[in-house]
């Protein structure tokens, strides 16, 4: 198969990657990318399926009881900028710890190597330990904060968690400034749409690793009509075959986008509002169940004709079925990113910060999203994937869930995060309105 040309000795066989990509669609979903042993399907209980990539990104209320949080909001376990860092020995060592989640690197076709950190390690003489150790946020963060509460390493240099756990473990003081003089691809390739998050204004603290957008999918061809709407969801003859997310932090941004609402200030009088008028249709049936990612068998069968979905899964499932589309309604929908971070303490700082930098140079961004097939934080790696000599690789170049248009792009936004002050309020709300 052809290859695409990358400067700096970077071997990436984009059609071998998708390949690749292709061959693990069955692992990526039902394993919901996030999870190394799953339930088995047979022994969930009823109405639960695997839980989605998003699920586990965006877990909750747990993790937020464990911050400690002061009753005047000042967290307790907080570390105050001087006591972040330690003795950086990335001069001497030229190693660093590198902690993600299963299935979110590019491989090659035996699944051993990892090719875009094989040429980091020969460009920069910088061995990476990589490790698929981030099954879930709340357990990482319950690995990782006895170190952190108490001023010690975790002995982890770069790590990746989703937003609303970045921006609790910024607000802690538990990561490190990055020094973008060093990190020049960063500076002049982030998406500008990803520059300004509003726990982390700046990016000082954090640097995506990979984003996604949180929409509704549905089956053009069974529903007989284009949707533009979050309120067409409610459409008299989509009673019953319509499903919304079960978790609160997965559902409700697209919900209140819906409404209206400008999800970067929403407010807790707009998420009331949201429920009283969500309560009704589920008590009248119209929304079939909550779920998980049991979303994509419900509308791969046409059981549901539309449903509340990640971006990234209906990729992969648009790969089997053309008829599915994904909708970004015209009031909006949600952007989201997952989040490279350096720990307070890291031994080998400099190191991180050149290889987050290194996956800003957008031929390896561009290698990196023709694997993991979600949005690509470098809007120029789509340049480097169009030029390839295979039509399938240059085919991502167009596709608008991994490289959004402007159009597109104008109606996403990063969702305000849920305080720890307003979790337990709004958490009881949502449980009350939707049962689950």
Same mark, same amino acid.
């Given at each position: 198969?052809?290859?695409?040309?990358?400067?700096?000795?970077? !071997?990436?066989?984009?059609?071998?990657?998708?390949?690749?990509?292709?061959?693990?669609?069955?692992?990526?979903?039902?394993?919901?990318?996030?999870?190394?042993?799953?339930?088995?399907?047979?022994?969930?209980? !009823?109405? #639960?399926?695997?839980?989605?990539?998003?699920?586990? *990104?965006?877990?909750?209320?747990?993790?937020?009881? =464990?911050?400690?949080?002061?009753?005047?909001?000042?967290?307790?376990?907080?570390?105050?900028?001087?006591?972040?860092?330690?003795?950086?020995?990335? /001069?001497?060592?030229?190693? @660093?710890?590198?902690?993600?989640? !299963? *299935? +979110?690197?590019?491989?090659?076709?035996?699944?051993?190597? #990892?090719?875009? *950190?094989?040429?980091?390690?020969?460009?920069?003489?910088?061995?990476?330990?990589?490790?698929?150790?981030?099954?879930?946020?709340?357990?990482?963060?319950?690995?990782?904060?006895?170190?952190?509460?108490?001023?010690?390493?975790?002995?982890?240099?770069?790590?990746?968690?989703?937003?609303?756990?970045?921006?609790?473990?910024? $607000?802690?003081?538990?990561?490190?400034?990055?020094?973008?003089?060093?990190?020049?691809?960063? =500076? &002049?390739?982030?998406?500008?749409?990803?520059?300004?998050?509003?726990?982390?204004?700046?990016? $000082? +603290?954090?640097?995506?690793?990979?984003?996604?957008?949180?929409?509704? =999918?549905?089956? /053009? &061809?069974?529903?007989?009509?284009? @949707?533009?709407?979050?309120?067409?969801?409610?459409?008299?003859? @989509?009673?019953?075959?319509?499903?919304?997310?079960?978790?609160?932090?997965?559902?409700? %941004?697209?919900? *209140?986008?819906?409404?209206?609402?400008?999800?970067?200030?929403?407010?807790?009088?707009?998420?009331?509002?949201?429920?009283?008028?969500?309560?009704?249709?589920?008590?009248?049936?119209?929304?079939?169940?909550?779920?998980?990612?049991? +979303?994509?068998?419900?509308?791969?069968?046409?059981?549901?004709?539309?449903?509340?979905?990640?971006?990234?899964?209906?990729?992969?499932?648009?790969?089997?079925?053309?008829?599915?589309?994904?909708?970004?309604?015209?009031?909006?929908?949600?952007?989201? =990113?997952?989040?490279?971070?350096?720990?307070?303490?890291?031994?080998?700082?400099?190191?991180?910060?050149?290889?987050?930098? +290194?996956?800003?140079?957008?031929?390896?961004?561009?290698?990196?999203?023709?694997?993991?097939?979600?949005?690509?934080?470098?809007?120029?790696?789509?340049?480097?994937?169009? %030029?390839?000599?295979?039509?399938?690789?240059?085919?991502?170049?167009?596709? !608008?869930?991994?490289?959004?248009?402007?159009?597109?792009?104008?109606?996403?936004?990063?969702? &305000?995060?849920?305080?720890?002050?307003?979790?337990?309020?709004?958490?009881?709300?949502?449980?009350?309105?939707?049962?689950?």
């Amino acid at each position: 198969m052809p290859k695409l040309s990358i400067p700096r000795s970077l !071997p990436v066989d984009f059609a071998a990657t998708l390949r690749t990509s292709r061959a693990a669609y069955t692992s990526r979903t039902t394993r919901a990318r996030r999870d190394v042993l799953p339930p088995r399907r047979d022994v969930l209980p !009823p109405g #639960r399926g695997v839980p989605t990539r998003r699920a586990v *990104l965006r877990g909750g209320v747990a993790a937020a009881g =464990a911050l400690g949080l002061g009753a005047c909001g000042v967290p307790a376990a907080y570390v105050a900028p001087g006591d972040r860092t330690a003795a950086d020995r990335s /001069a001497r060592e030229h190693e @660093l710890d590198f902690a993600n989640w !299963p *299935l +979110y690197i590019d491989t090659d076709d035996s699944g051993r190597r #990892r090719p875009t *950190l094989d040429a980091f390690t020969r460009r920069t003489g910088i061995r990476v330990h990589y490790t698929e150790e981030i099954n879930d946020n709340d357990e990482f963060f319950g690995k990782v904060s006895p170190s952190l509460m108490n001023h010690q390493s975790t002995e982890r240099d770069l790590i990746v968690i989703s937003g609303w756990m970045c921006a609790r473990f910024v $607000r802690l003081g538990w990561v490190q400034e990055m020094d973008r003089g060093r990190q020049p691809h960063v =500076a &002049r390739h982030l998406d500008p749409s990803l520059r300004d998050p509003a726990f982390d204004p700046g990016r $000082r +603290y954090t640097v995506p690793w990979q984003s996604g957008i949180t929409g509704i =999918a549905y089956n /053009a &061809r069974k529903l007989g009509r284009t @949707l533009h709407h979050v309120s067409e969801l409610w459409d008299d003859d @989509l009673k019953g075959r319509v499903t919304l997310l079960s978790g609160m932090d997965e559902a409700f %941004a697209l919900l *209140l986008q819906g409404d209206g609402v400008d999800i970067t200030r929403w407010t807790t009088d707009d998420f009331h509002r949201m429920c009283d008028r969500l309560a009704p249709r589920v008590r009248a049936g119209h929304i079939r169940r909550f779920t998980g990612n049991d +979303y994509i068998k419900d509308l791969s069968s046409g059981d549901v004709l539309a449903c509340q979905a990640y971006s990234g899964d209906v990729i992969q499932l648009q790969a089997d079925n053309p008829d599915i589309r994904f909708l970004v309604p015209e009031e909006g929908a949600e952007l989201w =990113a997952e989040s490279l971070m350096i720990p307070d303490r890291a031994a080998h700082k400099r190191n991180a910060e050149r290889l987050i930098d +290194y996956y800003y140079e957008p031929e390896v961004a561009a290698a990196l999203a023709a694997w993991v097939n979600y949005v690509c934080p470098v809007p120029a790696a789509r340049d480097v994937l169009a %030029a390839s000599q295979d039509k399938e690789t240059a085919a991502l170049a167009e596709d !608008p869930l991994i490289f959004p248009d402007d159009a597109t792009r104008r109606r996403l936004a990063i969702a &305000r995060d849920i305080t720890a002050r307003e979790r337990p309020e709004l958490a009881r709300r949502w449980s009350g309105t939707t049962g689950v």
